[in-house]
């Protein structure tokens, strides 16, 4: 039996239905934005609802978190919110460089100072590296915690991965040409010739980034425009790391700003104020 709506609900509820559809056929939403001062707050929208679905729907909200660029951005916004209850957050990190946690190029570390310190997530909710081990090992004790967090999945389902994309491509730690963007096994990898400093990282491999539940790139700046294009159509053939996230299962957006975006032909969506994805 239909349900009696009223005319404008009706067209909002098909339209609504229309951009879920489109969402899925394309299999990502690439939306740009004239700044960062407009990315930001669609952002923390993007996290804090998927946080309110999650912890709905299974009780707590698992988070992966990037380094690089987005710390500041992401710091920043989620800082300026009214209320953040983030006691039911679980963070995990896509990536880490091994390096102590007072370090400036710890992810760890400047997530401690920037935003954990400031917030009301538990430091058991917090998964980190153990800095102190050689790197073959820290990844497999970041492994072993990883299998902890997510019982009982081959493959860890995080709610949401925050990633960066790099001018060369790369992301998470992966890099272009790399032998561990085949790996199919393994959830975490370590890497001891990062093209980009420090050269010992520990990473999420593919498997686990494809495996989520919704995966959103932040990339902003006219230094990924050239890369950007490349991996946004360059199609299945694409050797850029980062255009060999498609989540099998998952939401994929693409959150960037004009310059990053200044040369791509494809369609994109302008949002307007007040979006929300
Ligand atoms: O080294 C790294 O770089 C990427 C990209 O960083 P960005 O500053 O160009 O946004 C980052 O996503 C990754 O976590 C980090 O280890």
Redesign the pocket.
Known sequence: METYLPTEIRLDHLLFRFLCASAVMTGRRIVVFPSSAELGPVLTHLVTSRAEKAITSHGRFTLGL?????VSMLSKELLALPQLDCSKWVVGF??E?LVSFSDPES?YGVYKSQLFSKINIPDSGILTIDSSLPVTECAEDYTRKLKEAFPGEDFPVFDLLL????PDG????LFPDHPLLEETKKIVASISDSP?PPPQ?VTMTLPVVNSARCVAFISTGGSKATVLKEVLEGGKASPYPAARVVPTNGELFWLIDDPAAAALTIQVERPGAGTKL
């Open positions: 990037s380094g690089g660029s987005l896509c990536d460089r992810t990633l960066g994309m790099g790369h992301t998470c730690s980009k990282r």
